[in-house]
């Protein structure tokens, strides 16, 4: 709007609020026009200079306007308006412009140095300063009576000039240019003429500002507490993380002495120390570690880098602070690695040692001590024991104790899961069949009932291995060190290994004891109505005889027997009715001899584990017999067991010792149990029994290999050196030599 339509649209308001004659105030025509009291003063003014209205001052301060009867022409119009309004407007416009301009200009030149240009209501050029010129890298003669927006095409200083004019309010702002390449600060100062604009070029502030506002971000968003200090070593400055880390609030902090945070006398004496080689060149940056006691008085390990600072006119310090709880853990968990890599070798040795050793003992009490005492005397363990487990009182039973003394006496060790004793480790190994650990004694809840005796013999960590072998349990180890976590995988993994070498020893020596021993324990069962017991449709017919056991090899046997009065129907049924009854085949017209195949039979493998043997099992009147015999020191509950688990009906019939009656004693039992291997004695009862040395052979020795998973060679080489040696000793010979 031009200023001839602004002094128009007054005009108009004056018309509107008072007759002809009446006087009007300056604040009636600006709340009309919706401007400024100011404002509408100022153009009543210029009407009244131009002889439009009549004014006249009341009073000391207040003047009126008025339209007198010059001012209307004939036809009722005022004179001259529009054509009048826009002549003088073009005629008066510039100069007053240039009078207001000039008065504002002086003014300004008078207080700043800042480059500065002028704007019309129309946002066109009418000044230009040196600095300006200098600054926009355009001349006055270039920009004055350019608007703002041909000058500097696609910026945001039209928009914001724009606002500045409506609102009649002083503004500043900060805008980048593109063209020019610098940042700039504008202060803007609007007038009812145009606007005043001082600027400054302020790149290198914001390149200083972004510096710091990146290293405020740094250091805010490090996770290490950041300080410095003055030369009072009071605190000037202190990121969020060190604030964190000793639970003080940053105003809190600012201003307090460092002892507030380093307030042990040695933390002192010590970074003084490290400074002073820092000041002296001796070294670039000072490095400390210990404990910061937070405001709550817990300890943090922390590392601490620091170096001097100069402030004013003393030197201050600035410093790091990292939590190096972390790496403390990291560190910590590396040296109990190591420590339990050295344990692991160190029982890797033991463990090589116990094997090699228990081969050479003859006895299950040699065996025990000898793996107790190899455990107790190194460097990782405490002390070891064994003990033995009874199934009718569910409680443990003192072998050997080796490092300790009477630790078993004095403490309550239970195998039944009912009971609360019964859910130690222990426990927890009879019952499962497999080791188990306590990494702390002084934190597990399982633990519980014996972490006093944990404390009174000195040990954090303790392992229960049990001793097994094919199945069978033949005790328990216990090994105790004093280090919380010593028995990890790679341990547990080697003990596991150590409680079956164990176990086969001591299964070796039992096997030997009761093939060797004149002593024996006689175990019979009863299975009354077998088929029926068994799940087979009929009844079974004469009478079935299992005469002998020939192991071929893991879990698997061969049994040879007899079948009378048509019972060989009997055994076939059983055959498809028994999951571990293979096959069987049976020799000559009569079908009255038989090998059977078995594939893991429950009891057969329980008893052999255990260094025994079924003597004889019998079917005879629709019932089954079976009789074991056993080593006297074998735990026979164990094979009850089994075979109540095996066959749910059977019955225990009796126990009783025996004396073995048989001649078979002196040099031929000697020579079957020490001097033929496994394959050779297998090959030599399967012969028998097969009927290989009858004439004629009612077995081939193609047929023996292919029943004992051989190549017919092998069988017969197998034959030849059993022979070999059971008449070298039959006939007083030397001592025979395998083949």
Not at 82 to 103: F, G, Y
Not at 243 to 254: A, F, H, V, Y
Not at 315 to 322: L, Y
């Amino acid at each position: 709007m031009t200023s001839g339509e602004k002094l128009r649209r007054t005009l108009d308001a004056v018309e509107r609020v008072g007759a002809l004659g009446e006087p009007v105030t300056a604040s009636e025509i600006a709340d009309v026009i919706e401007c400024t009291r100011r404002t509408a003063y100022d153009r009543l003014q210029r009407l009244a200079e131009d002889g439009e209205l009549e004014s006249k001052k009341i009073g000391a301060r207040a003047r009126v306007w008025w339209r007198s009867r010059q001012s209307i022409g004939d036809d009722g119009q005022t004179t001259g308006a529009p054509d009048l309004l826009d002549r003088k407007d073009q005629e008066q416009r510039l100069q007053h412009q240039r009078d207001e301009l000039r008065r504002e200009l002086d003014d300004v030149f008078e207080r700043i140095d800042d480059a500065f240009y002028a704007l019309d209501d129309e946002l066109r050029f009418t000044y230009v300063n040196e600095q300006a010129e200098e600054l926009l890298e355009r001349s006055s003669e270039e920009l004055i009576g350019t608007r703002v927006a041909d000058a500097f095409p696609g910026t945001e200083l039209t928009d914001q000039f724009r606002e500045c004019l409506k609102s009649q309010e002083p503004t500043s702002f900060e805008t980048y240019s593109g063209r020019l390449s610098f940042w700039l600060e504008a202060n803007v100062y609007p007038s009812e003429s145009g606007l005043s604009v001082y600027f400054r070029d302020i790149t290198e502030q914001k390149r200083r500002e972004r510096e710091l506002e990146q290293y405020e971000r740094i250091v805010e968003t490090v996770d290490d507490g950041v300080y410095a200090l003055d030369d009072d070593a009071r605190f000037v400055l202190a990121n969020e993380a060190l604030c964190e880390m000793i639970g003080m609030d940053r105003e809190e902090l600012m201003g307090e002495h460092a002892r507030i945070v380093f307030e042990r006398d040695e933390l002192a004496e010590r970074a003084a120390e490290a400074a002073s080689r820092v000041s002296s060149g001796e070294r670039d940056v000072a490095t400390m570690e210990y404990n910061l006691v937070t405001d709550d008085g817990d300890p943090v390990p922390v590392e601490t880098r620091f170096r001097p600072l100069p402030f004013g006119d003393g030197e201050g310090r600035c410093g790091v602070v990292r939590d190096i709880t972390d790496r403390k853990e990291r560190e910590r968990e590396l040296q109990q690695q190591r420590d339990r890599l050295e344990a692991l070798n160190e029982l890797d040795a033991v463990a090589l040692d116990i094997t090699e050793a228990v081969v050479d003992q003859s006895t299950r009490e040699e065996i025990e001590r000898v793996v107790c005492e190899s455990l107790a005397s190194s460097d990782s363990y405490e002390f070891a024991w064994i003990a033995g487990v009874d199934p009718s009182t569910q409680s443990i039973e003192p072998h050997v104790e080796v490092g300790v003394d009477g630790y078993l006496d004095g403490v309550s060790i239970s195998v039944d899961p009912e009971d609360p004793t019964g859910q130690g480790p222990a426990g927890r190994a009879v019952q499962t069949h497999e080791i188990q650990v306590v990494d702390d004694a002084l934190e597990d809840p399982t633990f519980e009932p014996w972490r006093d005796v944990a404390r009174e013999y000195g040990y954090r960590s303790a392992a229960a291995v049990p001793i097994t072998h094919e199945g069978s349990t033949y005790g328990l180890l216990g090994v105790y060190a004093d280090q919380p976590g010593a028995f990890g995988d790679e341990v547990r993994r080697v003990l596991h290994q150590l409680g079956e070498v164990i176990g086969h020893a001591i299964a070796a020596v039992e096997r030997k004891r009761a093939l060797l021993g004149n002593e024996l324990v006689e175990v019979e069962f009863r299975i009354r109505d077998v088929f029926e017991a068994l799940g087979i449709d009929g009844e079974s017919n004469g009478r079935v005889t299992l005469d002998k056991t020939v192991p071929i090899s893991d879990d698997r046997y061969l049994v040879y027997g007899t079948s009378i009065d048509g019972a060989d129907e009997s055994v076939e049924r059983l055959v498809e009715a028994l999951p571990h009854w293979e096959a069987v085949s049976f020799r000559g017209d009569e079908r009255e001899s038989f090998e059977l195949t078995l594939d893991e039979p429950p009891v057969l493998t329980t008893v052999a584990s255990l260094g025994g043997r079924v003597d004889e099992a019998v079917i005879e009147d629709g019932d089954y017999y079976m009789t074991i015999h056993l080593s006297p020191g074998v735990d026979v509950r164990q094979v009850i067991d089994t075979v109540r688990e095996a066959y749910p009906n059977a019955e225990f019939v009796t126990r009783r010792q025996i004396s073995r009656d048989d001649h078979a004693t002196g040099g031929i039992r000697d020579v079957l149990t020490e001097e033929l291997t496994d394959r050779q004695r297998a090959a030599l009862e399967a012969a028998l029994y097969a009927g290989f040395f009858e004439w004629p052979r009612e077995n081939s020795g193609e047929e023996m290999a292919e029943s004992l998973g051989i190549a017919a060679p092998t069988f017969h080489q197998h034959v030849r050196a059993a022979e070999r040696k059971v008449f070298a000793s039959l006939l007083g010979d030397t001592a025979p030599t395998d083949d």
